[in-house]
């Protein structure tokens, strides 16, 4: 049943609940760069902050981009069912602590997850309504010179993601949007409208 409208009245839009935007893609395609820089121009987009067993990046700080933990914390994490998902990359492990991200949805602010592959899908089967979002490189050689230009892994771990991101390449399909990352600025201007 429809609720009337007098003359000269606007009709209240429908009510918008946030939901949680993850976005995903091969090692090397810039997520960190595309959130960056969204976060600089629109920084009341709220990012989850995952817990990793990895160890800090030059310039990565603690609870800024990631919290870093060790094996024992992060097997405390799983056991308590505080993770919304978590995954292992590149003998790392990865998660998302729950509790913000449900907390802010609640409180009516959308939530961006910057994922792994592995991660997405867990997020996809506990939050059907979870909208994932997959970032694509231009091309495969571009790619490759992302993951090799960086100079702060070994030739084996280099390996290994360019394997990762062959697999995650051919799982595009699993997602609800793709978004080219030709231009930082124009696919933070995409993803924004997403969000």
């Known amino acids: 049943m429809t609720t009337p409208v007098s003359r000269g009245e606007t ?10 935007t993850v976005l995903s893609g091969p090692s090397g395609v810039g997520k960190s760069t595309v959130v960056a820089h969204l976060r600089s ?12 067993t990895r160890r800090p990046r030059p310039g990565e700080q603690h609870g800024v981009h990631y919290f870093f933990v060790d094996d024992e914390e992060f097997d405390k994490l799983i056991a308590n069912g505080e993770l919304l998902e978590w995954a292992e990359f590149a003998g790392n492990r ?3 602590p729950r509790r913000a991200v449900l907390d802010k949805l609640e ?10 592959l592995q991660g997405a899908r867990l997020v996809r089967s506990s939050m ?6 997959f970032l694509a490189p231009p091309s495969w050689d571009e790619l ?7 100079g702060t892994e070994a030739p084996e771990v280099i ?10 390449l051919a ?4 997602f609800d949007v793709t978004l080219v990352n030709t231009s930082v600025e124009d696919v933070a201007a995409e993803l924004l409208a997403l969000l």
């Open 107 to 116: 409180a009516g602010e959308p939530v961006l997850l910057e994922i792994d």
């Open 144 to 150: 490759v010179r992302r993951l090799t230009g960086r």
């Open 94 to 96: 990865y998660g998302t």
């Open 171 to 174: 799982a595009e399909e699993e």
């Open 41 to 52: 121009v629109h920084p009341e987009v709220w990012l989850s902050v995952s817990a990793t």
């Open 128 to 133: 059907p309504e979870a909208q994932l979002v």
């Open 11 to 20: 009709p209240a839009p429908p009510e918008r609940h946030p939901r949680l």
């Open 159 to 168: 390996e290994r993601r360019l394997s990762a991101a062959r697999t995650e």
